[in-house]
């Protein structure tokens, strides 16, 4: 797991760490890290070498970090996408290189899962919005009534932080025994009344 950026907060932060601002990392940190695994993964003597498979990558965050995510989907080595808590967003004011727009969806390609926090998600909206615009992937949308910050802040990341890692053991790994929250008509969070599934081209 590689992600961009610095420790701001937390037991990890430097001493006189600057307070924490919106977006300090860009799309081209992540682009940047994935070519350095690789090429790590290909370098004899690295503690990586030969340790890391190419076919198994995917882009996923949170919010912000998400729409970082959408925009490195682009890139063909990006096997399957999870957005939690984000979508395609018109504008955002203090930001504007991370202006988003349904053009940035063209490059999404691969299989996609988005998990939103309900209509009390600030991101609601454009959250489906995204979801419907998708038409190039298989995707599955799940939301349930968390609010914007989804589970992240229990123990080991709630059962968001579950899901994802079952959804990457199942379209990175080909677990198929972890595709049951997912796939079929009576895939578990669709027969979960606390969530609102939609999915497209999907299982």
Known sequence: VIAPGRPLTGPLALPGAPEPRPMQSTIQD???????????????????????????????????????????????????????????????????????????????????????GGEGDVIWKYGLQTFDQLDRAPVMLASRDTGHGGMFGQPHGGEVAALAVKWLDWRLRGDKSASTPFAGPGCGLCRDPAWTVRKKGMP
Request: aromatic share 4%; net charge positive; glycine share 8%.
């Open 30 to 116: 992540l682009r940047g890290a994935l070519d350095w695994a690789l090429a790590e993964n290909g370098r004899p003597g690295s503690p990586y070498y030969r340790r890391i498979d190419p076919a198994t990558v995917a882009a996923a965050g949170h919010s912000c970090g998400a729409m970082q995510a959408i925009l490195l989907a682009d890139d063909r080595r990006i096997r399957t996408l999870i957005v939690h808590n984000s979508g395609i967003v018109p504008i955002l004011p203090d930001n504007p290189p991370l202006v988003m727009h349904s053009e940035r969806l063209r490059g999404v390609r691969q299989p996609t899962l988005i998990i939103l």
